[in-house]
Every structure is written in C-alpha cells, then in structure tokens.
C-alpha cells in the first residue's frame, strides 16, 4: 500500500513539474511543430537581412493556458551568438500579449524581422529557441536549425570606376577635355573708311587717319608674312543703309574691290622691301594664298550694335523702331527721320558703316605630338593649357602625366582641368584622399562643371557617403553628365533594385544590371545581361554562376565557376562557403572544382 502511496506521489510530482502534465505533452510532441525561415538561406539586402519566420502547430497541441516564447538567434562559427527578437505565442485562456494559437484546430504565426548584417554572419546558422511556460513551470524545447549562410549576393555592387575622356554612362573617372584642336587659326583686322555716296580712296577722311586704325593696317602685311599656312584673305564691302538700296550695293562692291586692289599693291611693295633687307628674290618671300572679295550691302546688323553701344538717350526706342520695319524703304526712311533728329547717328554711327572690313587668317606652325609631350615636361613655358593637358593623353606613364598636370597646375593656376585631370591620375594608384583635395579644388574653381561633381560623386560613393554621393551626381545631371547609371547605383545600395533597373535601362550588357535581376529574382533577364557581355570579368563569371545555382542548372553554375577561377583563383574561398551554392556543394563536381 505504501509503495502504491509513493508511486502516486511520483506521478503527481512529474504532473506538477510540468503543470498538470500539460507542458510534458506539449515537449513530448514538439517535433510536430515546424519552424522555417523564408528565404533560406537568408539573403542580404543593401546591409539588411529581412527574414520572415514561420512555426506551424498541429491540433490538439498547444495548451489554452500555456505560452511559447520562439527566441531566434544566430550562431557564428566561432560558436558566439547573436540573440534577435523573440516572439511570443499563448493559448487560448492564457494572459498577456501574443499571438493566439488554437487548441482544437492548432494554428501557425508569421513574424517578420530586419536584421542588421555582419560579415561574421555569412557562414553563421540561423536556429531558433522554443521555451513552454504554464502558470509557473517551465520547459526549454528543442534549438531547431531554421537556415544555413547568409547569402549576400545582392550587396556584391561593382563600383570599380575607370578613367573616361568622355562621359559613357557608367560609374566613371571623367576626365576633363583638353580641347586642343590642333594648330591654332589665328586672324588679323583692319578697315578703310569712305566718304557718303562715294567709293574712292581718301586717307583724310578722321577714321582712315586715326592711330589706331592706322596702326592695324600697318599691321596686316607683318602678320601675313609671319606665318608659312596662310589660310585666307578676305575683304568684305559694306554701305550706311540710310541710303537707296541699289546705290548702296553699288558701294559695298566697289569698296570691296577698291580696298582689294589696295591690299595687293601694298603686299606686293611690302614683298619687295622685305626681299631688298634679306638680300633674296621677291618670289621667294611670296606666299600662296588668294583674296576673296565680296558685298554685303548695307550694315543694319552694324547700325544697330552700334547705336546700342552709343549714349543716345532714346536708342531703346531706335532699336525698336528699326528691328520693326520689314519694309527696306521704309527702314531707309526712319533712317532719315533720326539722322534729322540725333546729330550723333549722322556724325559717328554712320560713318563707321562705310567701310571695307579686310581679315587676314593664318595657322600657326604645328607641332608635333612628340614636340608637345616633351614641352610639356621640359619647357611647359611655350604651350598653352590645353597643349600641356593634350600631352597628358599621349603617355601611360603615370609620373609623367603628373608632371604634366602639375605644370599646368603651375602655369595656369586658375585652370580647373589640371585638378580634375591630376584627381583622375591619382585614383588610378589609390591614392584616394589625394585625389579628393585635387576633386574639391577643382570644384572651388568651377562650382557647376559637371565632370568634376561626377569625380566627387564617385569618391563618395567609394567612401560609402550614398547621401553625398547621390547629391553630386544629381547635380552633375544638372550640369550636363549622365548620370543614370550612377544613381542607378546609389538605388541598388539603399536596396530599390526595380528603381535601379529603371535608372540603368540605358546601359544593357552589365554586370551590376544583372545583379538588379537577380536581387529581384528576374533570372532569366539576369543570364541575359550576363552573357552579352564580350570580356567578360570573374565577377561576371561568378554572378553567371549564382544564376545557374538559383535556377538548378548545375553544369552552368559549375562551369561558369570555373571560368571565374581561371581569371581570380581567390574567388574559391568565396564560393567554398558561399550560401548561393548550398544545394550543389555535395556533388563531385563542385567539390572538385572548388575544394
């Protein structure tokens, strides 16, 4: 009788334990209850891992009065744990906060949780804890294991940006343009001046004996004679147009031509005193070029400049009057109308008007290439800026470029292109910070040039500043630069990859354009992406390979493998235990390939 008193007394014992034998129940069936975690492995997304746990309970199951706290957590390889949010679940009758989950019929909870990555978590196990609580008795569960990896895939954005003379769309280095065109056209002008209504020489006339246009046409012939290339002479006639139409044209070509017949005369004696003082023959010293002549009649366009620039109290209304007059003759009659009432048209406007404009252009003597980058270097003194910043683009040596830039830092000071240009060389050897100040230099010496906000831009996007750099590209859009891809790119690290895809829809053939598709699951777009691009990256090779492992084409993702590993042998490492590979990394082929 006693041993039955003690065996009751064990039994009722084991029954308080675990509150009534509800809890033992509940732990004895707990492999009934399932938990997931979706996606598994989990994925990485612009530095976040938004998980969406699950647990189903059968029926019959879950005690009206008990709770179940799920505790997530992730555990790392060097078996440190990180401990997330728990959820809290109840039964029906039980107090407190939760979500219910029915006895009769069961039920099931979906929690979503957003979890900071680490790298440490890459190779980490995400698992869960179920603890049973009834009134004040207590049962820890079974761990269950909920993912292995971390997948971080979509936060692999290419940012790796190359030296660009123009602007191609991408996430590039831009440099400056040198805009040097080749030898350089330079040009000489003069005048002569006639009288109203006639087309004769008169060297009396004020204008023909002012210095200054006296001066220029001694000038003229120096000038022509200084360069070997002469590229032309032209002598231009032209008429006051308060005159009659006919007449004035009349003029304009006669003028021309009287002021042609000039220009030779004066060529050929110029010739002949040069040939006298060098002591060598006319022919000799004559160069090749011919005198193009011809009329433009009367000068509206010069009249109404002019009487702009004047201190006509009324010119405003001149201007307008004029500028509304179709009519030639009735334009030539108001004309007439003001020269009766402002004395300052009759005695200076108009007389500059009656002229023969001659202009003389000329090219310098060119140098060539190998002359310019060796200025460049030893007597920077003899070219201009956009000669030393064009002989920057003849060399690969990185020490010569920067002695180039650095010249022209020098000489041209005020110049912002040397700064950009040397940024560019800079980042090209990682120097960084450097390149920075020479960016932000450049920028305090042209505020809105849009080459160097995209280089400022890209520096803060290499710094992980996406704030700093959105702002840059944005106003480098402004200032002329595409900049879609790049915003394209600031879209893919705060995690809007359709946002991405919109913004890089101009660029088709691309790494980082693939990887908008695969973070959006878009598979077959993504192999497209991949496969039209000509040279392709290990990088390339990789993403081709995760596209083969998220669609189950195994020889792709072996074989795209092992390209990558022919052109960065490193990228094993990645691969032995990267979670995109999780369900091929037992067949031989990937062990042999990767381990």
Partial sequence: MKTIKQISLFLLGGCILFSACGLNKMVKKQDTVSYTVNPDPVEVYAGKMPVEIKGTFPPKYFKKKATVTFTPAIQMEDGST???APITLKGEKAEGDGKVIGYKNGGSFTVTQEIPYQPAYETSTMVGTPTAQLKTKQADLNTVALSSGVVTTADRVSCNPNLQEKNTGKTDLLLSDHNYKG??????????????????????????????????????MPFLCQYSNVEGVEITGWASPEGELKRNSELASNRSKVAERWFKGEYDKYIRAKARKEKVK????????????????????????????????????????????????????????????????DNSILPGLRRAAIRVTCVEAPKTDEQIADYAISNP????ANEILYAATLTNDVKAKTEMYENAMRLYPEDFRAYNNLGCVKMSIAQKDAAKQLFEKAHSLAENEGTVLNNLGVVALLEGDTKAAAEYFEQAAANGVNSDYNLGIISMKTGDYRKAIEQMQGVKCDYNVALNYVAIKDFASAKTALDCIENKTAEDYYLLAVVGARTKDATLAVNSLKEAFKLNPDLKKRAAKDAEFNKIKDSEAFKALVF
Wanted: proline letters at 3%; hydrophobic letters at 40%; glycine letters at 4%.
């Fill in 82 to 84: 990180v401990t997330l």
């Fill in 381 to 384: 003194d003899t070219l201009n």
């Fill in 282 to 345: 006319p022919a000799t010293l004559k160069k090749d070029f011919t005198v193009k002549t011809q009329d433009n009649g009367e000068d509206w366009d010069g009249f109404v400049v002019a009487v702009g620039a004047s201190n006509i109290k009324d010119k405003g209304q001149i201007v307008n009057v004029i500028k509304s007059q179709s009519n030639p003759d009735q334009r030539e009659q108001q004309i007439r109308n003001m020269i009766a009432m402002y004395d300052e048209i």
């Fill in 183 to 220: 030898p350089k056209t330079v040009e000489k002008t003069a005048a002569i001046y006639f009288e109203l209504n006639r087309d004769n020489l008169n060297w009396s006339l004020a204008r023909n004996k002012d210095a200054a246009n006296k001066e220029a046409l001694a000038a003229i």
